[in-house]
């Protein structure tokens, strides 16, 4: 005879009544089912015959749940809740496609319902969704920011950036009067602007402070076609020497320093001593450059033409084209490769090998970034499987629980594909609602973590969660609902209905689900070793970042910029006098250890390279001339910044006062020219042929400082004294035994001193310096530790759930050998035994991915191996031992029950 | 065999009649009525008992659990007054009602 009392519990799941009501309820049915299901028996039915008969009689089991729990809630039914219920059966009256519309609104409803029913399974299934959609829209967002999303300017598909390219075809930045001539002969674009960065001292307006400032051509703003929010941009007759000095002022500058005052148009600003009509204040929405949202002012790059020098100068600039109507990119290359070959016709003495660099200007703002974010991605996009591979194995445990309702409806007539849809709607539904947590979870993760990571990718500013993210976040949820939810919807529905009856669960599915069971804790365990993986190689890679030899010893140095406007110092003896003094002053203070003068500082970002030449080698062919990191320094600049001497002396005060015509190399310069020879002695160049005024003296050897940071290859360097290079502007740098902030005051106090209207840009410590250089590695780090970490929570707790699932199963069996006197101990070997051998699976699995997923990170791993076993072996044994934890629990609370209690109750 | 809508509309009444021979437990009633229709009115085990505990909540009959010697604990229904009071009105409008058809269908087809 049929178990009814088992058929009713699983059909009739009343978790809302009390305990005994549903007792009653159970009860009466039972007593109800087995007196029919005797009467049919009795009259010659056989038993399934009877069994058929008596589930006719029965009814809609559904039907009658949802009237006992309405019953049980009408004072709470709300008026919505009846109005959908009248409105679902009017239109499934209609029949045809309005009925299957009913249909699928009706298995929604239920869908809820079935959710509300089992907040515990229904909470951990949505809390993991959640957190792996929402894991994929916070990247998604950021490659949607950087990658996706067209750049705020008007067709910015045709803009392009433009640079210079030299003998070695490498690019960099234009020189000033190149530009003024691509921008006259070129023929394949509209529009052709150009800008560098500086800044200016602000006075007038409060505190003297320090301004960012764009200097750009007045053709900029139409090349981007963008107009100012008020005023106008700059004219063509302000864009030269001797025109109005005139600015633009940015949404923020206007909105910080004046208030948003429309007045503001009109006024005057200080910059560096000249005053400058404000004219214009750009849209709020404008960043330039696109990169970044941080600048003040702009003003016209051609006033300064004659600071920028001529066709070999390269003082920073970048340019932007806009490509004409109908150009296409191949056409521009092939116009500009004519331009650039004239030019080199023209100037064959300075523009030998000249040549022009193109790229898309979203693919060049973009290009620091796309790598480590599609890594990324990969990341999350590993976690989020691992969380619907987590959901679908409750999803399995759950159906089993419910094979007797769905073979009960599939008796009772309805077909396979209307229970198959039932199925998958409650897991989409599910789906869902983690997508729309998600998105919950990324909106509040970007808006917390916008100033975390402001700095560390470009166009941060512009994350933001919008119609496109919640699109891929829905139509995620869609997809992986579908396919996480169709293996237990499939399996539940394509059961033959009679055998689930006869036997309750167990059987030839049974073995399927456990599969599907297994299959899933594998592919969970194989991705998190991979991420965990990945991630171990990330973290190595960042230890051995972060202890690099930078060649420099950056702890206790203090930095602080200062620029002389020209205003007040025009000549380079007042501006050597101004630093001279101001570096006694403050090595002379109490707690100083050193202070010393530079043009450029290392790990800031500044750098001023030339062409070096070897008196009495051969000219060298084009293309192969040597290039070098020029900095001129004070006396007292290595021992300063902690850099080693290597041979001969440093470079010393004497060297400055008399601008001694004496340079001090670095080790590399040695190893490319002089390997065999004594450096010391040697003379060389920066231009070729050299007069004999023009030569410098070899007087030191120093050890390679890597001035961008571990992670960049830098040129050798070549030291001078201060005093061969006009110092308006330069780095001051002061070792020192005190607190930062002490030695910052010390520093601000003695420029005061000297000079009330000269500010200091914000001083820095090298050490921050140095740790921003590796602070996109620290960046992809830290979230890769935080998905991983997630990945193991997740893993752990699938394991877990499981395994809970496959021991309950194994109760009766495991009571039995306990009964019939197995060692406890021995069982529990057994039970666990059976969750290590998948975990084990697993794992190798892990390994092949590990692999796979180390390649992917390859671009991100500095000075250790792509694929290393140690990481590798170690994250698969991390997730053994983790595993094993979770394997331990539900096994040991197996074998602690009373075997007597199992049997009865099994 | 009679319509859905004309069993159910009656369910009530006949539920209550059957219930003045003295309580009876589920089973029990459903048989009563299929006998004593002569297996034309027929339920769903489950509309009657969505039925009985509908009554129940409205304090009609009241269901309680027995144990016979020999037999197992079943859950028994038994009238309450007010049930009485709803049989006694429900019978008497059913009666005129009846009555009204039957006057309405015998003057048309007599």
């Known amino acids: 005879m049929p ?91 209609r029949g045809g496609f309005a009925a299957s519309i009913a249909d699928t609104w009706q298995d929604i409803r239920h869908a809820l319902r079935t959710i509300r029913r089992n907040p515990a399974f229904s909470l951990t299934a949505i809390a993991t969704l959640t957190l792996g959609i929402g894991g994929v829209i916070i990247i998604f967002s950021l490659i949607n920011a950087v990658l996706i999303r067209p750049l705020p300017f008007p067709e910015s598909e045709r803009l392009v950036l433009l640079l210079e390219t030299g003998a070695s075809g490498n690019a960099m930045t234009m020189s000033y009067v190149n530009f003024r001539d691509w921008q006259e002969r070129n023929r394949s674009f509209e529009e052709m602007g150009c800008w560098n960065e500086t800044e200016f001292n602000l006075t007038g307006l409060g505190v003297p402070s320090v301004v960012t400032a764009i200097p750009t051509t007045a053709s900029l703003f139409r090349t981007l076609g963008i107009e100012p929010e008020l005023g106008r941009t700059f004219l063509e007759e302000e864009d030269r020497v001797g025109g109005n000095p005139v600015t633009v002022l940015t949404w923020d500058f ?46 016209p790059i051609g006033q300064a033409a004659p600071y920028l020098g001529g066709r070999t100068s390269h003082p920073g600039i970048y340019a932007i084209g806009r490509l004409a109507e109908g150009v296409t990119p191949e056409q521009a290359r092939s116009d500009m490769d004519a331009v650039t070959a004239s030019l080199e016709a023209d100037y064959p003495d300075e523009l030998e090998g000249h040549g022009a660099y193109m790229r898309d200007l979203q693919e060049f703002v973009a290009r620091r970034a796309d790598d480590p974010l599609w890594q990324l991605l990969a990341a999350v996009g590993l976690l989020l499987i ?90 995620l949820a869609l997809v992986t609902g579908v396919l996480f939810g169709l293996a237990p919807a499939l399996l539940t529905a394509f059961r033959d209905p009679a055998s689930i009856l006869r036997s309750g669960a167990g059987s030839s599915a049974g073995v399927t689900r456990r599969r599907l069971q297994k ?104 293309g192969e001339v040597s290039w070098t990191e020029i ?20 470079i010393t005060a004497e ?166 006197g197995a060692r406890r101990g021995h069982v529990l070997g057994s039970v666990i035994g059976q969750g290590l051998r998948t975990v084990a699976v697993g794992a190798g699995f892990g390994i092949a991915l590990a692999i796979l997923f180390g390649l992917l990170l390859r671009s991100q791993l500095f000075q250790i191996a792509t694929v290393s076993p140690v990481t590798i072996i170690g994250a698969a044994i991390g997730m053994g031992a983790v595993a094993a934890a979770a394997t331990w629990i539900p096994a040991r609370r197996s074998t602690r029950v009373d075997p007597i209690t199992v049997l009865k109750t099994t | 065999m009679f319509s859905p809508e004309l069993k159910k509309g009656s369910m009530d009444l006949l539920i209550l009649s059957i219930l003045t021979e003295g309580e009876r437990h589920g089973y029990a009633i459903g048989q009563a009525i299929e006998e004593l229709s002569e297996g034309r009115i027929e339920f769903r085990i489950s509309t009657l008992y969505q039925t009985l505990y509908r009554m129940e909540r409205k304090g009609w009959i009241s269901g309680r659990w027995i144990e016979k010697s020999g037999e197992r604990r079943r859950c028994a229904y038994a009238l309450t007054d007010e049930g009485r009071t709803i049989l006694t009105r429900r019978l008497k409008s059913w009666h005129e009602f009846t009555a009204t058809i039957n006057k309405i269908v015998g003057l048309t087809h007599a």
């Open chain 1, 254 to 299: 206007w909105q910080n320093r004046l208030g948003g005052d429309p007045a503001a148009v009109g006024s005057t600003l200080i910059l560096n001593g000249i005053p400058h009509t404000v004219i214009g204040v750009m849209p709020r929405t404008f960043a330039f450059p696109p990169d970044n949202d941080r600048r003040d002012l702009f003003l």
């Open chain 1, 631 to 650: 900095n001129v320094v004070s006396a007292d600049y290595f021992t300063v910044m902690g850099i080693a001497l290597l041979q001969g002396r440093f």
């Open chain 1, 386 to 475: 691992i969380a619907c591979s987590n959901v679908a194995t409750l999803l399995l445990a759950q159906t089993t629980a419910r094979q007797s309702e769905i073979a009960l409806r599939s008796t009772l007539g309805a077909g396979r594909g209307r229970l198959v849809r039932l199925l998958l709607v409650r897991s989409v539904t599910l789906w869902l609602a983690g997508g729309l947590l998600g998105i919950a979870l990324a909106v509040v993760v970007i808006r917390s973590a916008s100033p975390l990571w402001a700095d560390l990718l470009p166009r941060t500013f512009a994350v933001t969660i919008d119609a496109r993210a919640v699109v891929v976040a829905l139509g």
């Open chain 1, 655 to 820: 060297d400055v006062t008399d601008a001694r015509p004496v340079a001090v190399v670095d080790e590399l310069v040695v190893a490319e020219h002089w390997p065999d020879e004594n450096p010391i002695g040697q003379r060389i160049s920066f231009s070729w042929p050299a007069e004999e005024s023009d030569l410098f003296e070899v007087v030191g050897v120093v050890r390679h400082v890597f001035a961008r940071g571990p992670i960049d290859a830098t040129l050798p360097e070549i030291y001078a004294p201060l005093s061969t290079a006009s110092p308006d502007h330069a780095w001051l740098t002061v070792q020192a035994d005190l607190p930062a902030h002490e030695v910052a005051d010390l520093i601000r106090e003695q420029v005061q001193m000297l000079d009330p209207d000269q500010p200091v840009k914000e001083i820095v410590q090298l050490t921050d310096l140095a740790r921003t250089t590796t602070r996109q590695s620290r960046f992809v780090t830290l979230l890769l530790v935080i998905f991983a970490s997630a990945a193991l929570m997740l893993t752990s707790i699938g394991i877990y759930g499981v395994m809970s699932y496959l021991t309950a199963e194994r109760s009766y069996e495991i009571g039995v050998r306990i009964a019939l």
């Open chain 1, 3 to 93: 178990d009814w009392k088992e058929i009713i519990r699983e059909n009739l799941p009343l978790p809302e009544m009390t305990g005994l009501r549903a007792e009653r309820i159970i009860g009466e049915l039972t007593d109800h089912l087995e007196e029919a299901f005797q009467k049919y028996r009795a009259r010659g039915s056989s038993d399934s015959e009877a069994m058929q008969q008596v589930l006719d009689r029965m009814g809609d089991w559904r039907e009658f749940v949802d009237e006992l729990l309405k019953e049980e809630y009408r004072h709470t039914r709300s008026r919505t809740d009846i109005a959908f219920e009248r409105a679902e059966q009017s239109i499934r009256r």
């Open chain 1, 519 to 622: 299959g899933l804790i594998v592919a969970e365990v194989g991705l998190a070793v991979a991420l965990l993986a990945g991630t171990g190689q990330m973290v190595r890679s960042l230890s051995r970042l972060t202890t690099a030899d930078l060649g420099l010893e950056p702890a206790g140095v203090l930095a602080g910029e200062i620029s002389l406007p020209p205003m007040r110092y025009p000549e380079e003896s007042r501006q050597l006098a101004f630093f001279t003094n101001l570096r006694e002053s403050i090595a002379s203070q109490p707690g100083i250890g050193a202070a010393a003068v530079c043009r450029s500082l290392p790990l800031s970002g500044s750098g001023w390279q030339m062409n070096f030449f070897v008196a009495g080698a051969p000219e060298p062919a084009p």
